[in-house]
């Protein structure tokens, strides 16, 4: 009597992933399929497929039954990894700093006249400020401004947390006029200086060319009440003699400037010929045009402890992923041994 022994196995159905498409099961595997179980195939753009055999994660499971395997990346597919985290804290260190811009509160020019004869007048209401070295044929002229920071501390504060900010520049722009009045020296091109003032007390006056006040700062009280030894020097800056356009002119991280800002207290500038032969004339507070207007830029930016946190944080969680994937290419590729090495068993 003949015995014939028949395989009773079936062949599987095709199985359907959501990531790699229809995929034929080997006839080796052991039993039908059910949802939830059997290989499942994944790849990502660039990389190559990786398969891995073990029974899904929940979280590997789309509604509908539909499988999605675990991400499996070579070591080449990381790299876009690691460079974004150096992008990202790259950024934390350039792409944060916060701008304050504030318009001059009160100024005024002072003039001490072609002999000395206008140096108790008062111009704080004119539409201009203007500067001119000593011995030009209108006589010597200096401007003073002040800017109020109660704003800037508030809104830096907001930012980057109460106190946790430095300040990275200040810039004063100004918007060269022509010289419309008789008080005013021809502009002309040289050097000029601004300096940081400790005394705020000045006032700005209503005078004007026109009728000079004899209330609030003159070249006279400037030299002899507002400027004092304290005082510090912020830079000095070329001037074109230009009578048009706006210059921007950075100005010198003195102390007692970054501590009127940080403290958001009033901050005074003074304006002066550091030559014998510079002239300019500018746009006051009062000038019609706001735009034309004195304006003073503050750059603020984070502590650097702040960004280093920032970039420790960018740092570990990068560490992280990379471990997470590492350890998962690995375990699916350990799985996927011991299946091949199950099906060279059962095919003898």
Known sequence: MTIQIRNSVKPLAPLDTATAGPRTVPPAWPKPLRRGEGPVRSSIAGGKAQECSRTPRPSDVLRAGTARAPVGVSRGALKPLV????????????????????????????????????????????????LAAPGLPQGELQSVLQ??????????????????????????????????????????????????????????????????????????????????????????????????????YPL??????????????????????????????????????IANHPLLAVVAVPEPGTMALAGLGLALVTAWRCRWIFMLRRECTMADHLVSASDRRLLG
């Open 83 to 130: 460079l974004l985290s150096l992008a990202a804290v790259v950024s934390v260190a350039s792409g944060v700093g916060a701008t304050f811009s504030t318009n001059a509160t009160t100024d005024a020019f002072v003039t001490t006249g072609p002999s000395g004869n206008l140096a108790i007048n008062n111009y704080g209401g004119a539409g201009s400020i203007a």
């Open 147 to 248: 800017f109020n920071f109660g704003g800037a501390r508030s809104a830096f504060d907001a930012q980057f947390g109460a106190g946790l900010w430095s300040i990275q520049s200040v810039t004063l722009q100004l918007t060269a006029a022509s010289a419309n009045n008789p008080v005013f020296n021809t502009p002309a091109a040289g050097t000029f200086g601004i300096s940081w003032m400790q005394n705020d007390s000045w006032q700005e006056g209503t005078g004007t060319p026109a009728a000079p006040g004899a209330s609030g700062i003159t070249f006279s009280s400037l030299q002899g009440t507002f400027m004092s030894g304290s005082d510090e020097s912020l830079g000095t800056f070329n001037f074109s003699g230009a009578t048009s356009g706006a210059s921007s």
């Open 252 to 289: 010198g991280l003195g102390p007692g400037l970054l501590r009127d800002i940080a403290s958001g207290d009033n901050l005074s500038l003074r304006l002066f010929g550091a030559d014998n032969s510079v002239s300019g004339v500018f746009n006051s507070r009062n000038f019609g045009t």
